[in-house]
Nanobody, 122 residues
């Protein structure tokens, strides 16, 4: 089956860094658009960073200048580099990706990762 597998979460002190990975497994031609979301307890899930099929990126105001989204199509993997982490970044982070299954596919299929916990201590 095609699935997105997340990794890289953990516990860090404020000011530290983490790199989240989102690997698409199974038969995949390439990742088109993808995004990273996060959800803290009692809060709505929010879009943190996104990258379009053309490579354009955007970020939530709360993470601009600290987080970087990227994609490696050769590895069918997306990344979220998180620097200068703050306690308010604590949340479960989810990747979302629109995947082009084959060279001849006319549309993409959307998948969600299982989530990875990021905890930033004071």
């Amino acid at each position: 089956q095609v699935q997105l597998v997340e990794s890289g979460g953990g516990l860090v002190q404020a000011g530290g860094s983490l790199r989240l990975s989102c690997a698409a497994s199974g038969s995949i031609f390439k990742i088109n658009a993808m995004g990273w979301y996060r959800q803290a307890p009692g809060k709505q899930r929010e879009l943190v960073a996104g990258i379009t099929s053309g490579g354009s990126t955007n970020y939530a105001d709360s993470v601009k200048g600290r987080f970087t989204i990227s994609r490696d199509n050769a590895k069918n993997t997306g990344y979220l580099q998180m620097n200068s982490l703050k306690p308010e970044d604590t949340a479960v982070y989810y990747c979302n990706a629109d995947l082009l299954r084959t060279l001849y596919s006319l549309s993409t299929t959307t998948y969600w990762g299982q989530g990875t916990q990021v905890t930033v201590s004071s």
